[in-house]
């Protein structure tokens, strides 16, 4: 599931696009109204949700009314390809610095920039490509951690904000030193089923995925930033279960 707050609304997106719902705090679960795009996620920012993952399109991201999250029809809504003859589909999308950060795999990867707040207008919407070659494997992966968002791609954890500073660099990767950890013990067939947390209390970030021929998430794997001025990032493994991280 990919769970997004639109303004007092929390919506509900899986990949079986069985939705998407909604919960308004109380009560039961019901379907989002009006017409929404049947898709696997969806990212809140700038007064719109934007919605992906809908079978015929897998490039093609919704966005939603600026003043209405059950209006996806109306004249202030509309949707944006991104690169759909790529070989890749859209996994998941994040806001950054108002910004809408747009992660593609999961197989040769980039990532993509809309910029803007309406559809027209002096300012609208614009695309540009960040970078090319990340792939991203699960939208649970992205999180928000000390004014940057870290994700998990096949190749291990990158920083937004240092891949944005040096591209497809090393010095864009946080789990650089670790990458036989990645290549050889991870379940990479599995990596959609990662998911991740920042556990501001202990100052770690951390990411439940499977290792080994694992079919679920068997092991834990962190950073550590609490002396990050001192002595950088500290990665660590932690092999106790985990389904999900919250």
């Given at each position: 599931p990919?769970?997004?707050?639109?303004r007092?609304?929390?919506?509900?997106?899986?990949?079986?696009?069985?939705?998407?719902?909604?919960w308004?705090?109380t009560?039961?679960?019901?379907?989002?109204?009006?017409?929404?795009?049947?898709g696997?996620?969806?990212?809140?920012?700038n007064n719109?949700?934007w919605?992906w993952?809908?079978?015929?399109?897998?490039s093609?991201?919704?966005?939603?009314?600026s003043t209405?999250?059950?209006d996806?029809?109306?004249?202030?809504?509309?949707?944006?390809?991104?690169?759909?003859?790529?070989?890749?589909r859209?996994?998941?999308?994040v806001?950054?610095?108002?910004r809408l950060?747009?992660?593609?795999?999961?197989?040769?990867?980039?990532?993509?920039?809309?910029?803007g707040?309406?559809?027209?207008?002096?300012d609208?919407?614009t695309?540009?490509?960040?970078?090319?070659?990340?792939?991203?494997?699960?939208?649970?992966s992205?999180?928000?951690?000390n004014?940057?968002?870290w994700?998990?791609?096949?190749?291990?954890?990158?920083?937004?904000?240092?891949?944005?500073q040096f591209?497809?660099?090393?010095?864009a990767?946080?789990?650089?030193?670790?990458?036989t950890?990645f290549r050889?013990?991870?379940?990479r067939v599995?990596?959609?089923?990662?998911?991740g947390?920042?556990?501001r209390?202990?100052?770690?970030?951390l990411?439940?995925?499977?290792?080994s021929?694992?079919?679920?998430n068997?092991?834990?794997?962190?950073?550590?930033y609490?002396r990050?001025?001192?002595?950088?990032?500290?990665?660590?493994?932690?092999?106790?279960?985990?389904?999900?991280?919250?």
């Amino acid at each position: 599931p990919v769970f997004s707050q639109a303004r007092d609304l929390l919506t509900i997106w899986d990949d079986k696009n069985d939705g998407p719902f909604k919960w308004n705090q109380t009560g039961d679960i019901a379907s989002l109204g009006g017409t929404p795009p049947v898709g696997r996620g969806m990212a809140f920012g700038n007064n719109r949700g934007w919605a992906w993952g809908v079978n015929a399109n897998q490039s093609r991201i919704y966005y939603s009314s600026s003043t209405d999250i059950e209006d996806w029809t109306g004249a202030d809504t509309g949707s944006i390809d991104i690169d759909p003859e790529d070989g890749d589909r859209i996994v998941g999308a994040v806001f950054y610095k108002r910004r809408l950060i747009v992660f593609k795999g999961p197989n040769k990867g980039s990532i993509h920039v809309i910029a803007g707040t309406a559809p027209t207008g002096a300012d609208a919407f614009t695309r540009t490509v960040l970078v090319r070659s990340i792939a991203l494997q699960s939208h649970n992966s992205i999180i928000d951690a000390n004014d940057d968002v870290w994700f998990m791609s096949d190749r291990g954890i990158h920083s937004l904000a240092a891949t944005e500073q040096f591209g497809d660099f090393q010095g864009a990767f946080l789990s650089r030193f670790h990458t036989t950890y990645f290549r050889d013990t991870v379940n990479r067939v599995r990596l959609n089923q990662v998911w991740g947390a920042n556990y501001r209390d202990k100052a770690c970030a951390l990411w439940v995925l499977p290792v080994s021929s694992s079919t679920t998430n068997n092991e834990t794997i962190g950073i550590s930033y609490n002396r990050v001025q001192e002595d950088g990032l500290k990665f660590f493994t932690w092999t106790r279960s985990g389904a999900s991280a919250v």
